[in-house]
């Protein structure tokens, strides 16, 4: 079973296709954006590689089964980024949510929307009860975001991978599913349905 597209007020998430090759390697090339990353600016035939691992996704339904969707602007058809949600434990029902943009998009709120709808689908349709997000504990703006969206911050560890060359910390943002049901009912831009505020 495929994803069906997931529209949004103002974005489209939807499965990449081959032709979202070069709007990926726009993004995926750029050191800013691997800055706080596992891998670095990528190259063409690199990107092209990573592309074809997220054609035809499917719901996740075993541990580790993960699922990226491209992020589209309905306004102008441009895909300006990627969500992600990894099936962490099925026994456990646990999650994990991640997300990529590129920075021309930044600042608008689009990420926020984005990743508002990963945390929706994993409460809501997989029925998860804690989806977390990690990251490198310097990625400020990506940090707030997370807190925007109403998830704690649960950790922060201290040079706990040895990523490019060098020590890094990580933090771990974490929501409940009790904690969504409250979040959806809430008016303004800190609930889950609210309007997107500005950020990431």
């Not at 529209?7 to 081959?18: C, G, Q, Y």
């Not at 979202?20 to 709007?23: E, G, K, R, T, V």
């Given at each position: 079973?495929t994803?069906?597209?997931i529209?949004?007020?103002?974005?489209?998430?939807?499965?990449?296709?081959?032709g979202?090759?070069?709007?990926l390697?726009?993004?995926?090339?750029?050191?800013?954006?691997?800055?706080?990353?596992?891998?670095?600016?990528?190259?063409?035939?690199?990107?092209?590689?990573?592309?074809?691992?997220?054609l035809?996704?499917?719901?996740?339904?075993?541990?580790?089964?993960?699922?990226?969707?491209?992020?589209?602007?309905?306004?102008?058809?441009?895909?300006?980024?990627?969500?992600?949600?990894?099936?962490t434990?099925?026994?456990?029902?646990?999650?994990?949510?991640?997300?990529?943009?590129?920075?021309d998009?930044?600042?608008?709120?689009?990420?926020q929307?984005?990743?508002?709808?990963?945390?929706?689908?994993?409460?809501?349709?997989?029925?998860?009860?804690?989806?977390?997000?990690?990251l490198?504990?310097?990625?400020?703006?990506?940090?707030?975001?997370?807190?925007?969206?109403?998830?704690?911050?649960?950790?922060?560890?201290?040079?706990?991978?040895?990523?490019?060359?060098?020590?890094?910390?990580?933090?771990?943002?974490?929501?409940?599913?009790?904690?969504?049901?409250?979040?959806?009912?809430e008016?303004?831009?800190?609930?889950?349905?609210?309007?997107?505020?500005?950020?990431?």
């Open positions: 079973m994803i069906a597209p529209p949004t007020a103002r974005l489209l998430l939807r499965p990449f296709v081959a979202d090759l070069d709007a390697h726009a993004i995926q090339s750029r050191p800013d954006v691997a800055r706080f990353l596992y891998w670095g600016p990528r190259s063409k035939d690199e990107v092209r590689e990573a592309l074809a691992k997220r035809a996704p499917a719901p996740p339904q075993a541990d580790g089964d993960s699922m990226v969707l491209a992020v589209v602007r309905r306004d102008t058809g441009a895909v300006i980024g990627d969500v992600l949600l990894v099936l434990s099925q026994e456990h029902r646990q999650g994990e949510i991640g997300f990529v943009f590129h920075p998009h930044q600042g608008q709120g689009f990420a929307e984005a990743a508002r709808e990963m945390l929706r689908f994993g409460f809501e349709q997989l029925g998860l009860h804690r989806i977390v997000g990690r490198d504990a310097r990625n400020a703006a990506s940090a707030r975001l997370l807190a925007r969206l109403g998830m704690r911050a649960e950790a922060h560890f201290r040079q706990n991978e040895f990523v490019k060359g060098e020590w890094t910390d990580e933090a771990v943002y974490a929501m409940l599913a009790e904690e969504w049901r409250a979040a959806v009912t008016p303004g831009p800190r609930g889950a349905r609210g309007t997107p505020v500005d950020g990431v």
